[in-house]
């Protein structure tokens, strides 16, 4: 059985530059699909970017308890299917799994040989500069993201791993170190 390796990071950390990097690199790992709610977007494709799920098909999955972990963000719903997970790990796949910190202490709790890695911001300042700098949310979003940053701190207190993106190259290095020696 390969492992499963779950990556969490403040929104602008760069988690999913750093993964897509390594993904390239690495192309012997696979990253988990999520299920979701919320409406496909174009180009999207089921089964590839997502398992799009109506509200109904996802609180029945939540009631028969499939999920791994599970969460509600701007009124849609993710979660990571436990089935999907166990089943490319059975077939001899790593698996990448990207998702928020609660959620990964969660996947923790039922899967603890999963390996915790978090992605951490130079400093607030410059976080706060990234989210600035995409200009695609607003200052009530910036705000907002900005205040649970604190939680997914100390939420990273208890994962195995914390990586600095200061660069997107060095931060891949180390995230190879550190899958790699596994």
Known sequence: MKRLFVISGSSGVGKGTVIKEFLKRHPEFRLSISCTTRKKREGELHGVN???LTPEEFKKCIENNEFLEWAEFSGNHYGTKREFVENCLKNGENLILEIDTKGALNVKKLMPESVLIFIAPPSLEELESRLRGRHTETE???????ASIKLELENSKQFDYQIINDTVDKAVKNLETIICSK
């Open 50 to 52: 997502y398992f799009f």
């Open 140 to 146: 009530e979003a910036i705000q907002k993201r900005l």
